[in-house]
């Protein structure tokens, strides 16, 4: 399915020169939702799937290129055991069931982690979806799948020091631009917003070295009832903040 062409209607109250490049998402409460309901947490989670299919879309016709989904953190293995299994199926069958729509609105797919610990059957999903949508150009929609920033942050200096040990690399170049190619995000912008649902004021291990300048925006709204009218309400109100970097 081919998602709907921007409008002006829909644009309506957007910036189109002043849009976030690059958007990055945790998506808590899950299982907050599902327990208000008296539901299994997994319930939650496919919800929180159907959240994300619309958030995709909703930034696709946004025109904003990059967006990365905090969908499972390292921290996340020691949940229980059938919790990570249902997880695990949610994102098989979400890299399934998408791929087609992806790639139809030119939506590349990639991901960041220690994608190595994930199950066969999602391993097999992810380099088919990865391989189905390596031509999408208009958008990146990036993964972060058994991800951590500080074991991020501690591979890229791990490989670095290998790098200087058989004197491949000076260790007098090492600075922060040098040191960002050896970041899995090494050829995307750093996020320009942050977006937290369900209250928690916490970055949880989430892109530390790349949210560095992020704004940050933290909403009560429980992932699987965030959605396309609060997600466009938030990129407005990133558009009405005055960024300097810390200059003056
Ligand atoms: C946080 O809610 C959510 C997760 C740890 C998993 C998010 C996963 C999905 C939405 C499904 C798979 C993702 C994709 C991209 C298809 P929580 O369980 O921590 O909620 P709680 O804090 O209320 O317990």
Redesign the pocket.
């Given at each position: 399915m081919k998602y709907k062409e921007p409008s002006s209607d829909y644009r309506s109250g957007l910036d189109p020169s002043r849009l976030p490049k690059h958007v990055a998402i945790i998506?808590?409460?899950?299982?907050?939702?599902a327990r208000q309901r008296s539901l299994e947490?997994i319930e939650?989670?496919r919800r929180?799937?159907e959240v994300?299919e619309d958030i995709v879309a909703a930034c696709r016709r946004a025109d904003i290129p990059y967006l990365t989904?905090y969908?499972?953190?390292t921290e996340?293995w020691q949940r229980p055991q059938s919790e990570v299994q249902g997880?695990m199926s949610?994102?098989a069958a979400?890299l399934a069931k998408k791929q087609e729509e992806l790639k139809e609105n030119g939506i590349r797919l990639r991901t960041i982690g220690e994608t190595h610990m994930l199950p066969e059957s999602v391993l097999m999903a992810l380099e088919n979806a990865l391989e189905h949508t390596r031509s999408g150009t208009d958008m990146t929609l990036t993964?972060a799948l058994s991800y951590g920033g500080r074991a991020e942050i501690a591979g890229a200096a791990r490989r670095i020091a290998g790098d200087v040990a058989v004197g491949k690399v000076a260790a007098d170049v090492i600075d922060e631009a040098f040191f960002s190619r050896y970041l899995y995000t090494h050829d995307m912008p750093d996020p320009d917003l942050m977006i937290r649902t369900?209250g928690e004021m916490r970055i949880s291990n989430f892109l530390l070295w790349q949210l560095a300048y992020t704004e940050l925006y933290i909403t009560d709204t429980?992932?699987p009832d965030f959605g396309e009218d609060e997600f466009l309400e938030i990129i407005r109100d990133f558009q009405s903040r005055e960024r300097r970097f810390g200059g003056v």
């Open positions: 998506m808590d409460g899950n299982g907050r939702w947490r939650g989670h929180g799937v994300v989904l969908a499972f953190s996340n997880i949610l994102l979400f993964l369900s429980l992932w």
